[in-house]
């Protein structure tokens, strides 16, 4: 299919920030084929879409959820989350769990949610790892949906694993045990890939002096230390769930003591050590913020975090973790844009930055000529009223959504 969405005003969030009015945008087989101001004529053979009076925005990206692991519409038999059967669980995959009719991602298409990192839940000190996807596709085959698998592997700090474990008499139990089973995962899994690396100078040995007698015996394989060794090499980052601010500072040095990249997720008590944060350098998957205070590390919960994260110099997106209904996806935003987040970088907050995050902005984030065709056309700026209404959601080059 191709369209031409016509007389809208086009908010880019590119580079420069450039806003359009009365701008076109040509799509082509699932990219953004060229941006104008309007004066271009239409080639044959486009659709047109008349976007008059209405406001033309890239699709928001969540870049922390469960959307499609966890359906609660069924109860027990949609709660697919978290394997909570070992604290350390880096061999199972999100992908292997997805499901792409899970009524979520109806909910995202109508909140302009585009694009979703989802995966494992908390529970375990390791969870297993994320995966990167569009919200629809005509098949619903899950393969259909991906931009990236594996995106990152998810691990967790604070109460959860505490409470899964702890209650059972069984490690970890306190702070300190799982920060020790992260610890001697990432020792094996490092001493793994040793072993490995010693096969194939020994292999390489054995075919250059063409002595099959000293050829070694290949290593058993193991499906988790391999998932580790991928963060070890900096292939995928490290996304941590912590709360607390100590426990934030002991995500930054287990990733700091075997030289990983991180990114944090929640991160509930950051503003308290934002300069902190801002200085080692480490992004922010803030949220959600509209839960209730269940547990002790949820006390300080805010949305003066994004805003003072931002103010020292942290890259920060804005996630739901699935707690918000995705087809009011825009509230998050919008609520710290009220305590002070300017509306130009709580949009930037769940487009480009988000993007930037989890390693997608060469295809998503922004409008620009070559980027997939994820565009949403809203009545109103949906960060500066939240009355404003999606009237149609494009997935690659697609009508995901048209409200009727």
Same mark, same amino acid.
């Given at each position: 299919?191709?369209?031409?969405?016509?007389?809208?005003?086009?908010?880019?969030?590119?580079?420069? %920030? %450039?806003?359009?009015? &009365?701008?076109?945008?040509? $799509?082509?087989?699932?990219?953004?084929?060229?941006?104008?101001?309007?004066?271009?004529?239409?080639?044959?053979?486009?659709?047109? $879409?008349?976007? %008059?009076?209405?406001?033309?925005?890239?699709?928001?990206?969540?870049?922390? @959820?469960?959307?499609?692991?966890?359906?609660?519409?069924?109860?027990?038999?949609?709660?697919?989350?978290?394997?909570?059967?070992?604290?350390?669980?880096?061999?199972?995959?999100?992908?292997? *769990?997805? &499901?792409?009719?899970?009524?979520?991602?109806?909910?995202?298409?109508?909140?302009?949610?585009?694009?979703?990192?989802?995966?494992?839940?908390?529970?375990?000190?390791?969870?297993?790892?994320?995966?990167?996807?569009?919200?629809?596709?005509?098949?619903?085959?899950?393969?259909?949906?991906?931009?990236?698998?594996?995106?990152?592997?998810?691990?967790?700090?604070?109460?959860?694993?505490?409470?899964?474990?702890?209650?059972?008499?069984?490690?970890?139990?306190?702070? +300190?045990?799982?920060?020790?089973?992260?610890?001697?995962?990432?020792?094996?899994?490092?001493?793994? *890939?040793?072993?490995?690396?010693?096969?194939?100078?020994?292999?390489?040995?054995?075919?250059?002096?063409?002595?099959?007698?000293?050829?070694?015996?290949?290593?058993?394989?193991?499906?988790?230390?391999?998932?580790?060794?991928?963060?070890?090499?900096?292939?995928?980052?490290?996304?941590?769930?912590?709360?607390?601010?100590?426990?934030?500072?002991?995500?930054?040095?287990?990733?700091?003591?075997?030289?990983?990249?991180?990114?944090?997720?929640?991160?509930?008590?950051?503003?308290?050590?934002?300069?902190?944060? *801002?200085?080692?350098?480490?992004?922010?998957?803030?949220?959600?913020?509209?839960?209730?205070?269940?547990?002790?590390?949820?006390? &300080?919960?805010?949305?003066? @975090?994004?805003?003072?994260?931002?103010?020292?110099?942290?890259?920060?997106?804005?996630?739901?973790?699935?707690?918000?209904?995705?087809?009011?996806?825009?509230?998050?935003?919008? +609520?710290?844009?009220?305590?002070?987040?300017?509306?130009?970088?709580?949009?930037?907050?769940?487009?480009? &930055?988000?993007?930037?995050?989890?390693?997608?902005?060469?295809?998503?984030?922004?409008?620009?000529?070559?980027?997939?065709?994820?565009?949403?056309?809203?009545?109103?700026?949906?960060?500066?009223?939240?009355?404003? %209404?999606?009237?149609?959601?494009?997935?690659?080059?697609?009508?995901?959504?048209?409200?009727?």
């Amino acid at each position: 299919m191709k369209f031409a969405i016509v007389k809208g005003k086009i908010i880019t969030v590119n580079e420069n %920030e %450039e806003i359009i009015e &009365n701008g076109t945008i040509l $799509i082509k087989d699932g990219k953004i084929e060229a941006i104008t101001d309007g004066t271009t004529s239409i080639p044959e053979g486009y659709e047109v $879409i008349d976007a %008059e009076g209405k406001i033309v925005l890239p699709g928001f990206i969540d870049t922390h @959820t469960h959307q499609g692991l966890f359906d609660g519409s069924v109860g027990w038999a949609g709660f697919d989350g978290n394997e909570m059967t070992d604290p350390a669980t880096a061999y199972v995959r999100a992908l292997d *769990a997805i &499901n792409p009719e899970d009524p979520g991602l109806l909910e995202a298409r109508i909140g302009g949610v585009t694009t979703i990192q989802t995966g494992p839940g908390s529970g375990n000190v390791i969870g297993g790892t994320d995966t990167i996807i569009k919200t629809y596709c005509k098949s619903n085959i899950v393969d259909d949906l991906i931009v990236k698998t594996p995106s990152s592997m998810k691990a967790a700090l604070g109460e959860n694993p505490k409470n899964v474990y702890g209650t059972d008499k069984k490690l970890p139990s306190t702070r +300190m045990g799982t920060a020790a089973v992260f610890r001697k995962a990432f020792v094996d899994a490092q001493n793994y *890939a040793k072993k490995w690396q010693e096969y194939e100078k020994k292999k390489v040995k054995a075919e250059e002096t063409n002595d099959i007698e000293k050829m070694p015996s290949e290593p058993e394989r193991d499906l988790g230390k391999e998932a580790l060794v991928k963060v070890l090499n900096r292939e995928i980052p490290l996304n941590f769930h912590c709360h607390q601010a100590n426990d934030i500072v002991t995500a930054i040095r287990l990733a700091e003591e075997f030289d990983v990249e991180l990114m944090l997720i929640h991160a509930t008590e950051g503003h308290k050590i934002a300069d902190y944060i *801002a200085k080692k350098g480490v992004p922010v998957s803030v949220g959600p913020s509209l839960v209730g205070f269940e547990k002790v590390e949820l006390r &300080n919960i805010s949305f003066e @975090t994004p805003v003072k994260l931002w103010k020292a110099g942290v890259r920060i997106s804005i996630q739901s973790d699935s707690f918000t209904r995705l087809r009011h996806f825009q509230i998050l935003p919008c +609520m710290a844009i009220k305590e002070g987040l300017p509306i130009n970088e709580a949009l930037k907050a769940i487009t480009i &930055n988000a993007a930037k995050m989890i390693k997608v902005e060469d295809r998503l984030g922004s409008i620009e000529p070559g980027k997939d065709a994820d565009l949403v056309i809203w009545t109103e700026h949906p960060l500066e009223n939240f009355y404003a %209404e999606n009237q149609i959601t494009f997935i690659n080059g697609e009508i995901a959504y048209k409200k009727e």
